[in-house]
């Protein structure tokens, strides 16, 4: 009896130890560990990438100053911290990605990231990633937010993180704002009234992403080299206008939107798509928007009842693409696309039908490569006269047909013009600005170019793209030039600059005054030192 008695005692502090034992070790296990990085070998590792590998969800890797080629993959949920982040480098070598983080939860903070395919990608990470005090730059794309689900979105990122030198722009659950410095990034996640205007972007993923956002705008800015010039999605009422697009793989990509406005944009070489919409969006308007020299122009996929009219497409590999149904397509320019409309994809045995036309009188839309003729008039085209539509449609396939396409080419679209000195908001040394200015209209040609000094009488300058201003004031002025095509559009810009002549203490003379100042500081404790030594001669 005391042999079974003791037998279970011992079972029983055995039990108990284990107990404590396996207790101890999920507290050892649970406790965030540091793990270092040295690429001189002073550190747990030498390698980056082998740090991520050892490291448990909540550890930290604290890489240490120096040159670290890697491509590195976070795919757990850790903080990587560099030393510094002007001597804390990653650098990718020319190839791949050089930070691609596929979880949330992670933090990382000053680094370098440079010299790869992509630098920094989000890539469907389901929760939160912090970013501070990182420099992305030179690479091909600097920087990359993809995903699916808001939650793929909502990270923090400040503005003290760059790309390319400029602050990153990453505003979440924000309103009522408006970002109008130079950025080298922007997103909108979840908000609403935000305006976007009159930046210049580059070489990211997205020049300009906008997610789960309303009621916002995107104005005036230039972003090309990018994947996506701007992506939309899953946006109610945003307003993409007077931009320009170019050479990036899509100019704007929009899905699954709603109430959506893409007005007067230019949107030219793009390598893959002009505009692409798809994902059952619908009540989006195109209108008065310049689609040049892309391989697709505009592509509609499972999206309807959108509107697109006012624009022109021309010499795209095609113009129009679609897979959709119930959108409307009218008075627009069809010019020498080298297929105008690919709307039977083949694989698909439902048709597909749009609207072509807006009815007569008003028409359909211009085509390059119609042949039809124009001698007769009226809704069947069957009375005497001709009315600037052809008699015949024209014919896209069996299930869709412009009935009323125009003889001439529809010319609703304003020039293009851009100033190109002097800089908006710059300081002229001179009283004699010689302003200069390009343009271009594609439809009907520039007729004349008119330009004004501070807001006085406009003078016509006929087609010459320059014109002096003599005898300048210092102080703030601006200049305006107009462009007005053949068809009566218009196109105004405007700069303001200042203009400083004082040959040292302006505002734009600081160099020079500091210099100056300086010079007769040092005159002043010269002469104040050879006094002080004749008089020390002097009492000798």
Known sequence: MERKVTSGIMLAFLIIGMLMLASSIQRVKSEPRTWTVDDDGQADFSSIQDAIK???????????AGTYFENVVVNIA??????????????????????????GNVTIRNFTIRNGAIGIQLYFTLGLVTLKENNITNNKLNFWVEGHDQADFMHQIDTSN?????????????????????AGYVAVINSTNISVKGLNLMRNGQGILFAFSDNSAIENVNVKN??????????????????????????????????TTIAGNVIVNNTLTGIFMEDYSKHNLFEENTISSNKVGIEFMT???????????????YGFS?????????????????????A????????????????????????????GVDDKSGPNQDQAGSDGIGDAPYTIDANNKDRYPLMTILDVIAPRISIIFPLNRSEIKSSTIAAS?????????????????????????????????????????????????????????????????????????????VVTATIIILILGVALYLLKIRKSSFNQ
């Open 437 to 513: 200015w390009i343009g271009s209209d594609e439809a009907s040609g520039i007729s004349h170019y008119e330009i004004r000094l501070d807001s006085g009488s406009w003078i016509n300058v006929e087609t010459n793209t320059t014109y002096a201003f003599i005898g300048l004031n210092d102080g703030s002025h601006t200049i305006e030039v107009k462009a007005i095509d053949n068809a009566g559009n218009t196109k105004q810009i405007k700069v303001s600059f200042t203009v400083n002549t004082s040959p040292l203490f302006g505002p734009g003379y600081m160099e020079e005054a």
């Open 226 to 259: 990018s994947t996506y010039g701007v992506f939309l999605r899953r946006c109610n009422k945003v307003l993409v206008k007077n931009s320009v697009l170019e050479n990036n793989n899509y100019g704007i990509y929009i899905y699954k939107n709603r109430n």
């Open 322 to 342: 679609i897979y959709s149904s119930d959108n409307r397509i009218y008075l627009n320019n069809f010019i020498n696309n080298t297929v105008q409309v690919k």
């Open 54 to 64: 050892a490291a448990s969800p909540g550890d930290t890797v604290h890489v240490k």
């Open 162 to 182: 760059t790309v390319d030198g400029k602050p990153v722009y990453y505003l979440v659950n924000k309103h009522n704002e408006e970002i109008a410095n130079e």
């Open 303 to 317: 999206s309807v009842e959108n509107v697109f009219r006012h624009n022109t497409l021309s010499k795209n590999g």
């Open 344 to 371: 039977d994809f083949g694989l698909f045995t439902t048709a597909r039908v749009n609207i072509w036309d807006d009815g007569y009188p008003s028409g359909g839309n211009y085509w390059s490569d119609y042949t």
């Open 78 to 103: 850790i903080s990587l911290v560099g030393e510094n982040k002007r001597t804390t480098i990653i650098d990718g070598n020319t190839t791949g990605t050089v930070v691609y983080v596929t979880v």
